[in-house]
């Protein structure tokens, strides 16, 4: 509940076309001290934008970004957000 407080809600209708995730995480960037994580909840993939962590990385390279699916049960995250982890994934770019 507390991380959702201060997380982007990028559900309900609020990314209801290709372009508007993109701008809700720029937005949601700008407003953030540097270093933070740049968090989202709600993304259900309707509002046709294909995510994954490249498309993360062209929204916004330089934050870690973890968009969240509204169902819980997946994460996405840029590469930035992937080193900050340190889980070391890699792979390549399709």
Request: no cysteine; aromatic share 4%.
């Amino acid at each position: 509940m507390a991380a959702k407080s201060t997380s982007v809600d990028v559900g309900g209708g609020a990314a209801s076309g290709p372009g508007d995730l993109r701008r809700l995480l720029r937005e949601s960037d700008s407003r953030l001290a540097p270093g933070a994580w740049l968090r989202a909840v709600g993304y259900d993939g309707t509002s046709g934008d294909r995510l994954d962590r490249w498309v993360l990385d062209d929204m916004v390279p330089d934050r870690p970004v973890r968009v969240q699916h509204r169902s819980g049960h997946q994460w996405l995250l840029n590469s930035a957000a992937v080193q900050s982890s340190g889980s070391g994934a890699t792979g390549p770019r399709a």
